[in-house]
């Protein structure tokens, strides 16, 4: 397997790389890159590559491309995100990093982002290709067509402190293979937050009030319209204690967190887009133990941490 990067400089804002590529038992293949910058178009990347009638496939040609591209003139951006490829076992024939020799997807997306004071709304397309043949359609994700998302904060230099979580979002996904129920539809989610942040040098007191509201308009097999309304309460404390050594400042910092959300019956709600977020110390302080928004918490507990500091009196370094 022997490649060739070839670099052609076209412009101060294009610039190209074709890469002929041999592989003795398949043939000889091309792979290529080309790179704008753009003042009223904006940035991004065309990427491709070729293989005509691999030997070892059949005969078969073996593709892939790529596009993403960004342009943010100020306050709002439009970018992209495609790609292709032909066949499941590309990556793992063909390809040079090992990350991406276990792809089963390859994602398609347009967004648009605006940028208020304090506030931001997204407006995105987005789908997959399963490159995974193995892959039954019930384990396929959805598409979301479209997704519109609001959030909203107050200034940080305040300490009772507003934010807004808003979505609407539209999933779909065929089911042709009787793997399951085709169950599609809109999703409707608001979680309004207000919390009062009490921060001094020795430590912080912010206790937290949030609503979670949770709405479906369903299509398919054994469906139905679902609506879930609950509240939910936490407060996290902490204290910082320190200590002067020589030539360093050590600190001892315990935490105490508690949430409080009541329990709801959700095994009737679909599941479109969440998971459990994966345990790590950072979630003991966290409101939400999901990803994705289909489900809402129940929890009555505490968490205790401790954290230890060694700070460079000098220059800070921790």
Known sequence: ???????????????????????????????????????????????????????????????????????????????????????????????????QSNTTHQERSAEF???????????????YQTIDPLLNDIDKPYARLPQLLLTANTPNNTRLQGQLLSELTHFQRNISDNSGDEINGFRLRAEPTLSYAARKPWGFVIPSI???????????TNSSDT???????????????????????QTLEPRLFYLYSPYHEQSQLPNFDTAASTFSYAQLFRARRFSGGDRIDDANQI????????LDKDDGSE
């Not at 009638?53 to 005969?59: E, F, P, W």
């Not at 949030?210 to 398919?220: A, H, K, N, R, W």
């Not at 968490?303 to 060694?310: A, D």
């Open 227 to 249: 609506n879930i309304t609950t509240g939910s309460f936490n407060l996290d404390t902490s204290l910082v204690f320190e200590r002067e050594g020589n030539g360093f400042l």
């Open 1 to 99: 397997d022997f490649s060739q990067p070839i670099y052609f400089n076209i412009a101060p804002n294009y610039d190209a790389t074709l890469t002929p590529r041999l592989l003795s038992k398949r043939g000889l293949m091309a792979e290529g890159e080309y790179r704008y910058l753009h003042q009223w178009l904006g940035e991004g990347a065309l990427n491709g590559s070729f293989l005509p009638s691999d030997n070892l496939y059949n005969d078969q040609d073996r593709k892939r491309g790529s596009w993403q591209h960004r342009y943010r003139p100020s306050n709002w951006q439009i970018s992209s995100n495609v790609n292709y490829v032909s066949d499941s076992a590309y990556f793992t024939d063909l390809g040079t990093d090992l990350n």
């Open 210 to 220: 949030g609503v979670q509201q949770l709405s479906y308009q369903l299509d398919g």
């Open 303 to 310: 968490s205790l941490g401790l954290t230890s500091r060694w």
């Open 113 to 127: 982002n605006y940028w208020g004071g304090f506030w931001n709304v997204l407006a995105r397309v987005q789908g």
